[in-house]
T-cell receptor, first 115, second 114 residues
Framework: GEEVAQTPKHLVRGEGQKAKLYCAPI?????VFWYQQVLKNEFKFLIS????????ETGMPKERFSAKCLPNSPCSLEIQATKLEDSAVYFC?????????????FGPGTRLTVL | AQTVTQSQPEMSVQEAETVTLSCTYD???????LFWYKQPPSRQMILVIR??????QNATENRFSVNFQKAAKSFSLKISDSQLGDAAMYFC???????????FGAGTILRVKS
C-alpha cells in the first residue's frame, strides 16, 4: 500500500495482560521503525528492522517487549504483562532504504491504554 | 548520546504573521540530518522540512524555512504567513547519517490566533 497501516487503532488491556500491535509498511520499504509516544508527548525510539532482521534495538526494553518483521506478514510489537506505564501511542514508520536522507513515513499510531 | 532540546513548550502567533520555533541539539557526529515534524490533533506525523548537516544552505519548503547554525548546533523553524492549519505540535528531530532512528525533542505547541 501507499500508506503505513497500523492495527488496531485503540487497544485496552488490564495490567498484566498481553498486548500485540501490528504494522504494515509501505510496499517496497525495507526499513521499519517503532516509536513510543507517552502522554507527555515524548517520543522514544524502540526498535528498527531491515526487512526481517533487527537493525537497531537500542531503545527496546529488555523485558516484556518483543518485535518481529516476518516475510509476507505485518510487523508486530508485543508487550507481555503490560504495566500502567506502557500506556502510550505506538507509532510505526517505514523507509525505503538505509540512510537518514530517506524520509520515514509514519502510520496513524495505535493507542494502548493499560488499566 | 545525541539529544534534542526544544525550549519553548508553547508558542502563539497571529494569523498571517511569522513565528520561529527553536531547537538545539548535541552530537559529536559531523554528518547527520535534522528534521521538523508536525503533529496535528489527529496525531499523524507529517514531515515539514529536513536539513542535511553538510549543506550550508538553509532548507526551505514554501512558507517553511530553517535557520541552521552548525557550529552553534541550532536548528530553528520559521513559519511565514501563518495559517490556522499550522496549529499543531512541532517536533524537532535528529538522525545520524546512517543511523536512521530519529531522536526527538519534547515538542512545541503552536497556537494560531485568528
Amino acid at each position: 500500500g501507499e500508506e503505513v497501516a497500523q492495527t488496531p487503532k485503540h487497544l485496552v488491556r488490564g495490567e498484566g495482560q498481553k498486548a500485540k500491535l501490528y504494522c504494515a509498511p509501505i510496499k517496497g520499504h525495507s526499513y521499519v521503525f517503532w516509536y513510543q509516544q507517552v502522554l507527555k508527548n515524548e517520543f522514544k525510539f524502540l526498535i528498527s528492522f531491515q526487512n526481517e532482521n533487527v537493525f537497531d534495538e537500542t531503545g527496546m526494553p529488555k523485558e516484556r517487549f518483543s518485535a518481529k518483521c516476518l516475510p509476507n506478514s505485518p510487523c508486530s510489537l508485543e508487550i507481555q504483562a503490560t504495566k500502567l506505564e506502557d500506556s502510550a501511542v505506538y507509532f510505526c514508520a517505514s523507509s525505503p532504504a538505509r540512510g537518514s536522507y530517506n524520509e520515514q513515513f509514519f502510520g496513524p499510531g495505535t493507542r494502548l491504554t493499560v488499566l | 548520546a545525541q539529544t534534542v532540546t526544544q525550549s519553548q513548550p508553547e508558542m502563539s502567533v497571529q494569523e498571517a504573521e511569522t513565528v520561529t520555533l527553536s531547537c538545539t541539539y548535541d552530537t559529536s557526529e559531523s554528518d547527520y540530518y535534522l528534521f521538523w515534524y508536525k503533529q496535528p490533533p489527529s496525531r499523524q506525523m507529517i514531515l515539514v522540512i529536513r536539513q542535511e548537516a553538510y549543506k550550508q544552505q538553509n532548507a526551505t519548503e514554501n512558507r517553511f524555512s530553517v535557520n541552521f547554525q552548525k557550529a552553534a548546533k541550532s536548528f530553528s523553524l520559521k513559519i511565514s504567513d501563518s495559517q490556522l492549519g499550522d496549529a499543531a505540535m512541532y517536533f524537532c528531530a535528529y538522525a545520524m547519517e546512517y543511523g536512521n532512528k530519529l531522536v526527538f525533542g519534547a515538542g512545541t505547541i503552536l497556537r494560531v490566533k485568528s
